[in-house]
């Protein structure tokens, strides 16, 4: 049998996905009995709950989609004080290139990666790189392009 | 159809032509002569969004939205790149170049105040652009958009994704593999992003194509994704070719077909969704579909042939439609449908046969008007082509949209299209 994915989350994250669930499910029984929501009549309404307004099979494929994500989550919690200097989930990454020009990332799970707010996936060539990495290593991230990264510092806040 | 909805949907349509001239500010930095438009770049995005969705089984009638929404915001917010806020960007072209030969560098902090102006700004200029609209259609582009940007459904994540790699896949266009023409900053751009397996293996096939990269994977997703990077580099020479209406006219620097087409899939998920007994996946399809074939045909246009045969001048010939007897009408029809059905063959030759037969078959349909999709598309595009005709006879006075009235009097008849026309008849005179 094919292992499940597992999906990390930080306890931010996490909250978040829980909070979307159980608003969701409530919009379902809303819909399912006629009704318009509270939620939905507000102005300011969560932008993320928009799509589901009218559509009630996105509504329920968005719901069992959290489930499984709800069932496989990981939270993601800082590593002990003395791997604290390894790249790992949740790390923000402080890198230095070959000019001497800086460079930062913080690396998430999937469901978090966010490039506007400089959150990048584990699972992309960046990230991928990066992980397992120390303080004053040398990256080299290669794809057609070669850009080499020195670490210069790593940063595990509470998340 | 309240008359609200028509005046509101041709002011959004009236703004978002405007992404047909704006172009990529990434091009612009870099000094590419004529870039491509937002427009452009949509059109592209929307197709890749298609067929790579198709392949991961994703809501396709939603990523395609997802694709064509993504830079709607951009009509007021412009293109907006992390440059913009760089600190050390300087005005001397060269210098500046250096820096743009690598993707931003920029601190957690930084990133993060630059990537909350932009949301800000473009969040109030999409909803100054859809404020036209009811709100279901407000929510529906909005939500879309949201979604876009924040990554919260596998479709918005998708999109995003895809936008940075139909832009790497125009850098090669324009500066071709050479690192040091182009800069590391369109694939530093895309690995930061992508994360998606298939995306990622697309990566490994350009790599392979451009770079002359060893690749590992499975031998018949290289094939298939190989056809698939083959299609997209054929339809990207739309960006480049202007529309021949608009060229016989004099007009400058006019819309090119991908510039069209966009115009077109937007016309057609707006006023689709109001007709629900029609296949709106299906309708979208066939108008990003419907003149992939000017690729190899070149831009046609009905006066071709008598332009080349008669003795009147050309200004007289191009201010009414070709009159032309049925016998007439129907050998052109058998002509030209010939030539673009063998164009079609040409451009989906690499795909898997089930998506050639199925682009070949939404083109039939459009082109013999033979599913409700197919009646309804051709009076949206003699719309889309009599709206920027309209726009360009604001512009400039000598300009005769008169043959395109003509025209869409002939060919519109549903509730829908005519009360467009009606709507554009009360907007320009």
């Known amino acids: 049998m094919a292992e499940e994915k597992k999906f990390y989350l930080t306890k931010k994250g996490l909250e978040k996905i829980k909070k979307g669930y159980q608003t969701l499910k409530k919009l379902k029984t809303a819909k399912i009995k006629g009704e318009v929501p509270k939620i939905l009549e507000s102005e300011d309404l969560n932008p993320e709950y928009l799509s589901f307004q009218e559509d009630l099979s996105l509504l329920e494929s968005r719901i069992a989609e959290l489930e499984y994500i709800l069932k496989n989550a990981q939270l993601i919690t800082p ?15 402080t890198l230095e290139d070959s000019d001497g020009e800086i460079n930062e990332f913080m690396i998430v799970g999937t469901l978090e990666a966010n490039p506007n707010e400089g959150k990048i996936s584990s699972e992309s060539p960046v990230g991928k790189s990066l992980l397992g990495h120390k303080i004053g290593d040398k990256v080299i991230i290669t794809s057609p392009i070669k850009i080499v990264y020195r670490i210069k510092k790593i940063r595990y806040q509470s998340i | 159809m309240s008359i609200f909805f028509m005046k509101g949907l041709l002011n959004f349509l009236i ?70 806020y760089y600190p050390q960007l300087p005005k001397k072209k060269k210098e500046r170049k250096k820096i743009l030969m690598k993707w931003a560098r920029l601190s957690e902090k930084e990133k993060k ?39 919260i459904l596998e479709e918005g994540k998708f999109v995003r994704q895809l936008n940075r790699v139909e832009t790497l896949l125009q850098s090669i266009n324009y500066f071709g593999s050479n690192i040091v023409k182009s800069g590391n900053n369109w694939w530093e751009w895309v690995e930061e992003i992508v994360e998606d397996p298939l995306l990622l293996d697309f990566l490994k096939v350009i790599q392979k194509k451009f770079y002359g990269k060893r690749i590992r994977i499975y031998r018949s ?26 060229l016989l006219r004099k007009v400058k620097n006019p819309e090119t077909v991908a510039g069209h087409i966009f115009t077109l899939t937007m016309m057609a998920w707006i006023l689709g969704r109001e007709r629900k007994e029609l296949d709106l996946e299906k309708l979208l399809k066939m108008a990003l579909c419907h003149e992939l074939s000017a690729i190899y045909t070149g831009d046609t246009t009905p006066y071709d042939e008598i332009l080349s045969k008669t003795k009147k001048s050309k200004k007289e010939i191009l201010k ?22 063998r164009a079609f063959e040409k451009i989906t030759l690499t795909l898997k046969p089930s998506l050639k ?29 009599l709206l920027q005709g309209l726009l ?10 008169f043959p395109l009235w003509e025209w869409a009097f002939e060919i519109c008849d549903h509730p829908l299209t005519l009360g467009l026309l009606e709507e554009m008849k009360k907007k320009f005179y």
């Open chain 1, 79 to 93: 590593p002990p004080k003395e791997k604290q200097n390894i790249v790992n989930l949740g790390a923000t990454v």
């Open chain 2, 15 to 84: 703004e978002i032509n405007k992404l047909k001239e704006i172009p990529r500010t990434g091009w612009v930095l870099m000094g590419v002569k004529n870039p491509e438009t937002i427009a452009d770049h949509t059109f592209r995005t929307a197709f890749l969004a298609w067929l790579l969705g198709q392949k991961k089984k994703l809501n396709l009638k939603r990523i395609i939205k997802s694709a064509l929404s993504h830079d709607l915001c951009e009509v007021y917010a412009g293109d907006i790149t992390p440059f913009f």
């Open chain 2, 113 to 151: 105040k630059i990537g909350e102006k932009k949301f800000n700004k473009e969040k109030t200029a999409l909803l100054r652009l859809i404020k036209f609209f009811n709100p279901k259609v407000k929510n529906e582009i909005f939500s879309l958009w949201y979604d876009y940007e924040k990554g």
């Open chain 2, 221 to 246: 997703e290289e094939k298939e994704l190989e056809g698939i990077l083959d299609f997209f580099l054929k339809i990207g020479k739309l960006k480049r070719l202007p529309r021949l209406y608009w």
């Open chain 2, 320 to 341: 009414k439609l070709p009159r032309l007897s049925k016998k007439e009408k129907m050998e052109m029809f058998l002509k030209d449908y010939q030539e673009e059905k």
């Open chain 2, 357 to 385: 037969r199925e682009i070949i078959q939404l083109w039939e349909e459009y082109r013999t008007k033979s599913t409700p999709e197919g009646y309804f598309l051709p009076q949206l595009n003699v719309l889309a082509i």
């Open chain 2, 392 to 401: 360009y006879e604001k512009k400039d006075k000598d300009f005769f949209t």
